[in-house]
């Protein structure tokens, strides 16, 4: 099988709209829908290969040899691979279709359909690499492509800001992610993963001496510090507490960019990574305990967050942040199989809530504000009955794929001991916000009186077919997702992971009907508060300001990055500026441009055209020399 062609020919099509994009112009779908539906035909044919029993590893180049340093392109093909090659590919196939109705007479329509194809080229590359630096270089790829498919449209200060908030609080985890490959090369010599895997328990011992941050050394495991820098990396990727801010901000971008790239994608790529080192994280239960914990605590406060939005694709968007959180959660706990089960069934029913939302906005004429709508679900049909699967999805509504995915997962963390125990609960509390917030989402956008723009509310439609037939192809996967046997399909590659035991028992039992009676009770009660009784959510925030404002204002951690960071380095940078660019670099310049007129001037004097004048310094001259040698 050319295992080549899935990556190369979206490739190709970003080379070619990025060469002649200005001369295709609006015929660009022409060139991108195909290169990726046919990259989806032959992941798909990889993944039943797979499910056959074939599996590969192979370089495909080498790019660099110097002594034990092989820097190769490769590919590596196994359950993993297949499982995520199938997710990047179907969700981006169809956020291309959709794009075509959505950015429909854009200037930038061409440069788009350029970018989703790059990011769709690195994405694939990410997955199918064989070696850690392979993988880091395409993170970097499709964080580079986040930025500038975030800043699309790039006369809008807001997408600006959003964009560089996105790069520079990426290269944060990212600076981690470089300094564990450098580790990774100390300790083993080799950047490849089945060598750092054979490895592995040769240096499960080994210990090493950092500084502390308040002095003194700390004796640390090697392996624990090559997994805790790698996970800062998937920190930042992936949206964890405490880098997750430029998430939410990214939905300034265009709604397809926040499907593929911000909802099913590359946020996911932190996740991947974990669970692609399981055999590293397996053998230090440290590392495993603050993956867990940061997905704990990621998880709750996404949906904390989520409960008082009121931009439509903020609420998704934190939504995407705490769903994250439960998939980390599970592969700090040794459930990779369900986390990356939750991982698939969330890219299809998110990414049709944000291309939902995206239909929402157009027949809005571009209205985000959840408060300026209502009463939409006769005139949006389709995007409302999609729109209500991809939410009963998210809530974990019984014979959706979410309600599967979130219940092998909770079952699996209660199996992983009393840290698991203690998230489970947490994710219980976690799926009854979600429920809710997802249900308060659909009744006041779909139910209710109508408080759309009167000059708009006569001219509300369906959009067209290419946004249409996407939503119902995503809501059909919303459900069959769940279905197709992931965890089964998956486990063999996590067989040694701690904590995987089988969910047999009371215990998975009780957790499961928890977990659906916690979807079930969010549901009735966003329908309660939000249809019955309209003026609670304005009483219980009168009543609780400081609650409602804390959630409404995303528990102020932007404020305090403000504060402690941005504020600081912005006086940093000015006090810089003043007494060194200016003080001391264009002063010495300006400097030696004073001293060189100064001594012109001077020189001048001696210049003054007279012959008297030139006489007497030649004398002068002469006295000088013969005083000179006589003494001398």
Not at 285 to 298: F, Y
Request: proline share 4%.
């Amino acid at each position: 099988m050319t295992y080549e062609l899935i990556p190369l020919l979206p490739l190709a099509s970003f080379l070619i709209l990025g060469l002649f994009g200005r001369w295709i112009k609006d015929q660009a779908h022409l060139v991108a829908v195909p290169a990726v539906v046919v990259s989806w035909l032959l992941s798909l044919l990889v993944f039943f290969d797979v499910a056959n029993g074939h599996q590969t590893s192979f370089p495909l180049y080498t790019w660099l040899t110097s002594g034990a340093l092989d820097i190769h392109i490769g590919f590596s093909i196994d359950r993993l691979t297949a499982v995520m090659l199938l997710l990047v590919t179907t969700v981006s196939s169809l956020v291309h279709v959709y794009t075509i109705g959505y950015m429909h007479k854009d200037p930038g329509y061409a440069r788009f359909f350029s970018y989703i194809a790059l990011f769709t080229f690195s994405m694939l590359m990410l997955v199918m690499a064989d070696n850690l630096l392979q993988l880091f270089i395409f993170w970097e790829a499709v964080g580079l492509c986040s930025y500038l498919l975030i800043g699309h449209w790039y006369d809008r200060p807001a997408a600006c800001s959003a964009a560089t908030k996105a790069f520079l609080v990426n290269r944060v985890g990212d600076f981690g992610f470089m300094l564990g490959l450098l580790l990774v090369w100390y300790s083993f010599g080799s950047l490849d993963y089945y060598e750092i895997f054979a490895r592995a328990h040769e240096s499960a011992d080994d210990m090493m001496n950092i500084l502390g941050p308040f002095g003194g050394t700390w004796n640390l495991s090697v392996l624990t510090l090559i997994c805790l820098l790698l996970f800062t990396g998937a920190i930042g990727k992936s949206a964890q507490v405490p880098l997750h801010v430029w998430l939410p901000d990214a939905m300034e971008g265009p709604t397809p960019i926040s499907a593929l790239i911000h909802a099913a994608t590359m946020v996911t790529a932190g996740v991947f990574m974990v669970a692609r080192l399981a055999p590293l994280y397996n053998l230090s239960p440290a590392a495993m305990t603050v993956v867990a914990l940061t997905g704990g605590l990621t998880m709750v406060v996404g949906a904390t967050i989520a409960m008082t939005q009121t931009d439509i694709k903020r609420v998704v968007a934190y939504s995407t942040v705490s769903q994250l959180g439960y998939m980390v959660m599970a592969c700090g706990l040794g459930a990779y199989a369900a986390g990356m089960y939750h991982l698939l069934t969330h890219g299809a029913f998110k990414a049709l809530l944000f291309l939902g939302c995206g239909s929402i906005i157009i027949a809005l004429h571009h209205e985000q504000d959840m408060r300026r709508m209502g009463g939409l679900k006769d005139k949006l049909p389709i995007t409302y009955w999609t729109f209500l699967i991809g939410s009963l999805a998210l809530a974990g509504f019984p014979l959706t794929s979410g309600f599967f995915s979130k219940d092998h997962l909770l079952v699996s963390a209660w199996s992983a001991g009393p840290l698991g125990q203690v998230l489970t609960i947490l994710g219980l509390a976690t799926a009854l916000m979600t429920a809710f917030y997802s249900f308060r989402l659909v009744f006041v956008t779909f139910w209710g009186p109508s408080h759309v723009d009167p000059h708009h509310a006569d001219h509300i439609h369906e959009p067209s077919s290419t946004m249409t037939v996407p939503l119902i192809i995503l809501a059909m996967l919303s459900i069959a997702t769940g279905y197709l046997g992931i965890p089964e399909f998956l486990e063999p590659m996590f067989e040694t992971a701690a904590g995987t035991v089988a969910h047999e028992g009371g215990a998975a039992t009780v957790i499961m009907v928890l977990a659906t009676s916690m979807g079930l009770l969010g549901i009735a009660g966003a329908y309660y508060v939000y249809v019955l009784n309209p003026a609670i959510p304005d009483q219980f925030a009168r009543r609780w300001q400081s609650l409602y404002q804390g959630s409404l204002n995303k528990w102020y951690v932007d404020e305090a990055y403000d504060r402690t960071i941005v504020r600081p380095t912005f006086f940093a940078a000015t006090e810089l500026w003043k007494r060194v660019d200016v003080a001391v670099i264009d002063g010495a310049v300006n400097g030696v441009a004073r001293a060189i007129a100064w001594s012109g001037w001077i020189l001048r004097l001696a210049q003054s055209g007279q012959t008297q004048h030139y006489a007497l310094g030649m004398a002068l001259g002469v006295v000088m020399i013969l005083t000179v040698f006589l003494l001398f």
